[in-house]
């Protein structure tokens, strides 16, 4: 998407690769919205401690990051052999795997691309073909968002207040992003809307990287607290929600969310507002069978205790907000059930979560009851 870097717009992209250096080349979301800065990642080590602590960040982004992780590990290769080769690549693969827990994206990411880089016959094919493969994964996630806002846009009418979650804009993947795909097409089909952002605290995706995103593209929205969505319902001023998700059960329909997203869906159900989740295909787990199951990120607690922000010399700040003393709980996600989802907004078009599974063939899965697909079942815990 565009950013206005220096007075000058110009297109970027979340996640990109420098094959000369072997380097992932990632936008720092850390110094967002203050500062813009692209950021090199020049081993794989780099490259997953990017993704543990949040340089780049959201299911899709960390999804393309694992994938270029892996090419990436797998082209540092300097030993001999294919039995050698394999084993350092089943080395980078699970250190890259434990960065972030509850994302289905990079493990499907990187199971695709072991799944192409075994087609080759010596190191330096599979070296190529690995960088290849993650390649196709950024640019599939690309079009998957696309796609998604080509199904979405009718959704979005003309005057609509909309709320969305923490960020699953172009930050949170490739390009573009999935909820607030259908809102860029209807911007470019001319229709004006309102968002209103949902801070997300204890990180603050929304009142930073949503809001920013926004305001880059042109278009009207406020932050508000987590807690006023309830409030703006009950008056009539929220029209339709859509988010994103870091893992769909592809059995259950279950949807797995930025903490906060489940006490909205409630929310959105008292209130009779149609309530989305955009998702690219990397987002769908084939194998779990029970929500309860989906791997829940705990972070740290400072996390919650204190806020970050820069100070009036432009410096990135944290400060502690909390009662000195006190401790607290973290969880990073939450799951939302099927029951309370009114579709699921997919490259394939929008489907009810409980037609997921009759339709996993057109939707990249297995057409054998009880397969794998996609790695998926590799994330379980
Ligand atoms: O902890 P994050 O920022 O990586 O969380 C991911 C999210 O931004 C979301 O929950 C998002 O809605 C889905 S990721 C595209």
């Not at 694992?66 to 080769?85: D, K, S, T």
């Not at 929205?221 to 592809?250: T, W």
């Not at 705990?298 to 000195?324: F, H, K, M």
Request: charged share 20%.
């Amino acid at each position: 998407m565009n950013v206005i870097h220096r007075g000058r717009t110009k297109p970027f992209r979340t996640v990109d690769f420098d094959a000369p250096a072997n380097a992932v080349l990632l936008i720092e979301q850390r110094l967002l919205p203050h500062r813009f800065k692209v950021v090199s990642m020049s081993t794989h080590r780099d490259t997953a401690a990017a993704i543990r602590d949040m340089i780049v960040r959201g299911a899709g982004a960390i999804g393309a990051t694992a994938a270029y992780g892996l090419a990436q590990g797998a082209r540092e290769f300097g030993g001999r052999g294919r039995v050698a080769f394999e084993r350092h690549v089943d080395r980078v693969f699970e250190h890259l795997k434990s960065a972030r827990p509850t994302a289905v994206d990079p493990v499907n990411a990187m199971v695709e691309v072991r799944r192409r880089m075994s087609q080759g016959t010596t190191v330096a094919e599979c070296q190529s073909l690995a960088l290849e493969a993650a390649r196709a994964f950024a640019e599939e996630n690309v079009q998957h968002c696309r796609e998604i806002g080509r199904h979405g846009a009718p959704l979005i009418r003309e005057g609509m207040r909309v709320l969305t979650h923490c960020n699953a804009g172009w930050l949170a993947f490739v390009d573009i992003g999935t909820a607030t795909a259908p809102l860029y097409a209807a911007q470019a089909e001319g229709r004006n809307f309102h968002v209103f952002c949902d801070e997300t605290r204890p990180r603050s995706q929304g009142a930073t990287l949503t809001a920013w995103e926004l305001h880059q593209q042109g278009i009207a929205h406020s932050v508000i607290a987590d807690n006023a969505a309830g409030h703006l319902m009950q008056r009539g001023e929220i029209d339709l929600v859509i988010v994103g998700s870091d893992r769909v059960l592809g059995r259950t329909g279950e949807v797995a969310n930025k903490i906060g997203t489940y006490t909205k869906a409630v929310l959105a159900r008292r209130h009779r507002i149609p309530f989305y989740v955009a998702i690219p295909l990397s987002t769908i787990d084939w194998e779990m069978t029970d929500g309860l199951q989906i791997p829940i990120e705990e972070r740290a607690g400072e996390e919650v205790l204190g806020a970050w922000g820069v100070d009036a010399a432009g410096r990135r700040r944290q400060v502690r907000v909390a009662n000195p003393g006190s401790t607290a709980r973290n969880p990073g996600f939450d799951v939302t059930p099927a029951e309370l989802i009114t579709g699921i907004i997919t490259p394939v078009g929008i489907l009810k979560p409980g037609q997921l599974w009759k339709n996993r063939a057109r939707l990249g899965g297995t057409s054998a009851v009880g397969g794998s697909v996609g790695g998926a079942s590799s994330a379980s815990p």
